[in-house]
T-cell receptor
Framework: SQTIHQWPATLVQPVGSPLSLECTVEGTSNPNLYWYRQAAGRGLQLLFYSVGIGQISSEVPQNLSASRPQDRQFILSSKKLLLSDSGFYLC????????????FGQGTRLTVV | GNSVTQMEGPVTLSEEAFLTINCTYT??????LFWYVQYPGEGLQLLLKATKADDKGSNKGFEATYRKETTSFHLEKGSVQVSDSAVYFC????????????FGRGTSLIVHP
């Protein structure tokens, strides 16, 4: 069966520090991959999505970036964090080219101090 | 473009009350429709889904019927429990293009004993 792993679960980082959040999917090939952010009391904001290795589409311009170095690995990064980057980050995957559901990781709670 | 509109929350109910959370969508063609549930501090879990008009998705006592004529997918449960307290997201996925899930803003449900 397919599983998605996201880590770390919780992270406290100072302003100006770098960020690296990792997400991996097991049990499937060539998944669509997504990074969402959820601010406190708000809905889901799509940050990046990827349909293949090295193919990244950005939905919201900001100081975050994403990379997909391997088929089932998706990384969210920042060179210098801002206070406004605090939030709950969710990775998700779905089967490509089908109207099926997206499956979510457990999320990373990022607090920038 | 595609969009999902959910009723504003929070919805506050007493245990064993009837629940309705409204969801309407805008999309061309025939999207698949989903309800996700998010418990505090966790990622999103698929609750139920429907892939074509008049389909009824159901799970854990929750139901929602895909109504194309009213472009709606309202979530219902006959008797809520305290453990149902969570945030509920309505979502759609439209085939073609990038297959990016579109989410509503989420509705918080609070159930009191």
């Amino acid at each position: 069966s397919q599983t998605i792993h996201q880590w770390p679960a919780t992270l406290v980082q100072p302003v100006g520090s770098p960020l690296s959040l990792e997400c991996t999917v097991e049990g499937t090939s060539n998944p669509n991959l997504y990074w969402y952010r959820q601010a406190a009391g708000r809905g889901l904001q799509l940050l990046f999505y990827s349909v293949g290795i090295g193919q990244i589409s950005s939905e919201v311009p900001q100081n975050l970036s994403a990379s997909r170095p391997q088929d089932r690995q998706f990384i969210l990064s920042s060179k210098k964090l801002l206070l406004s980057d605090s939030g709950f980050y969710l990775c998700a995957w779905s089967v490509p080219r089908l109207n099926t559901e997206a499956f979510f990781g457990q999320g990373t709670r990022l607090t920038v101090v | 473009g595609n969009s999902v509109t959910q009723m504003e929350g929070p919805v506050t109910l007493s245990e064993e009350a009837f629940l309705t959370i409204n969801c309407t969508y805008t999309a061309t063609g025939y999207p698949s429709l989903f309800w996700y549930v998010q418990y505090p501090g966790e990622g999103l879990q698929l609750l139920l889904k429907a892939t074509k008009a008049d389909d009824k998705g159901s799970n854990k006592g929750f139901e929602a019927t895909y109504r194309k004529e009213t472009t709606s997918f309202h979530l219902e449960k006959g008797s809520v429990q305290v453990s149902d307290s969570a945030v509920y997201f309505c979502a759609l996925l439209k085939s073609g293009g990038s297959y990016i899930p579109t989410f509503g803003r989420g509705t918080s449900l609070i159930v009191h004993p």
